[in-house]
């Protein structure tokens, strides 16, 4: 459990278990205490300074650029090739220059470590070149805020309206069981939030204004509504989850 929500997790427990023998004294305390210290010691001081020799770097938050959630940080999942980051910088900027008090948040984007290594529950993060990133919501007054309606920030979605494509409804009916399960993920929600749909279509538009963007992911009834047009814009298909919740976006 441990390598699938972190990559590096079970390796540090394996690690905790060799330098202490089941005789000790308070042993399982001495083996907790000892896997957080190299744990949050690895994670936090050790991998970021590897990463960069492999070709993976950590996204740091900045005035324009921000994790969600802190368990994003804490779990690993906050790495991503050296020119997706440069993207990642330049859509930010943009993003800020246009809505000043608005960060881009980024959601899960890759484990630091091994092309192909899964990202769960993530089909395709697994290369350092995608990312999810948080739409845009508005307070119950109208203003732009950077809080986001779920504590996972998946799982809240805006859901089609009555003339526009269900395509949760279609690829359930094929037997896509697993299309909208991040409903169960939320992990809270706050349901004063509403989707902004000018700041959010703005940050679709950058995306696929940005020469290195490669793919967008949203879902169709999203596409028609925010009428964005740009060939970069696409179905992820029915064996992945629904997408609108967030936006993923990758590059070559």
Same mark, same amino acid.
């Given at each position: 459990?441990?390598?699938?929500?972190?990559?590096?997790?079970?390796?540090?427990?394996?690690?905790?278990?060799?330098?202490?023998?089941?005789?000790?004294?308070?042993?399982?305390?001495? %083996?907790?205490?000892?896997?957080?210290?190299?744990?949050?010691?690895?994670?936090?001081?050790?991998?970021?300074?590897?990463?960069?020799?492999?070709? %993976?770097?950590?996204?740091?938050?900045?005035?324009?650029?921000?994790?969600? &959630?802190?368990? *994003?940080?804490?779990?690993?999942?906050?790495?991503?090739?050296?020119?997706?980051?440069? /993207?990642?910088?330049?859509?930010?900027?943009?993003?800020?220059?246009?809505?000043?008090?608005?960060?881009?948040?980024?959601?899960?984007?890759?484990?630091?470590?091994?092309?192909?290594?899964?990202?769960?529950? &993530?089909?395709? #993060?697994?290369?350092?070149?995608?990312?999810?990133?948080?739409?845009?919501?508005?307070?119950?007054?109208? #203003?732009?805020?950077?809080?986001?309606?779920?504590?996972?920030?998946?799982? /809240?979605?805006?859901?089609?309206?009555?003339?526009?494509?269900?395509?949760?409804?279609?690829?359930?009916?094929?037997?896509?069981?697993?299309?909208?399960? *991040?409903?169960?993920?939320?992990?809270?929600?706050?349901?004063?939030?509403?989707?902004?749909?000018?700041?959010?279509?703005?940050?679709?538009?950058?995306?696929?204004?940005?020469?290195?963007? #490669?793919?967008?992911?949203?879902?169709?009834?999203?596409?028609? %509504?925010?009428?964005?047009?740009?060939?970069?814009? %696409?179905?992820?298909?029915?064996?992945?989850?629904?997408?609108?919740? #967030?936006? &993923?976006?990758?590059?070559?």
């Amino acid at each position: 459990m441990l390598t699938v929500l972190t990559q590096i997790g079970g390796i540090i427990y394996i690690i905790s278990l060799l330098f202490f023998r089941e005789n000790t004294s308070k042993y399982n305390i001495k %083996r907790l205490v000892f896997f957080f210290v190299f744990y949050g010691f690895t994670t936090f001081l050790i991998v970021p300074n590897i990463t960069p020799l492999l070709g %993976r770097v950590k996204i740091d938050d900045n005035q324009n650029l921000k994790a969600h &959630h802190i368990f *994003t940080k804490i779990c690993n999942r906050n790495y991503t090739t050296v020119q997706m980051k440069t /993207v990642l910088q330049e859509v930010s900027t943009k993003l800020k220059v246009e809505f000043k008090n608005i960060k881009l948040i980024y959601l899960d984007a890759n484990f630091p470590f091994f092309d192909g290594f899964p990202l769960l529950p &993530h089909l395709s #993060h697994n290369d350092g070149k995608k990312i999810d990133l948080s739409f845009i919501y508005e307070d119950t007054n109208g #203003h732009l805020t950077n809080l986001k309606p779920a504590n996972s920030g998946y799982g /809240v979605f805006e859901e089609p309206l009555q003339n526009e494509l269900h395509q949760t409804n279609i690829c359930k009916q094929k037997g896509y069981w697993q299309y909208d399960f *991040t409903k169960y993920i939320t992990f809270g929600a706050n349901i004063n939030l509403k989707l902004s749909t000018k700041a959010t279509k703005r940050l679709i538009e950058i995306l696929s204004e940005n020469k290195a963007v #490669h793919k967008i992911f949203i879902e169709p009834h999203l596409k028609s %509504r925010f009428q964005v047009q740009s060939s970069k814009i %696409r179905f992820h298909g029915c064996k992945a989850v629904r997408h609108d919740d #967030h936006i &993923h976006f990758q590059i070559l």
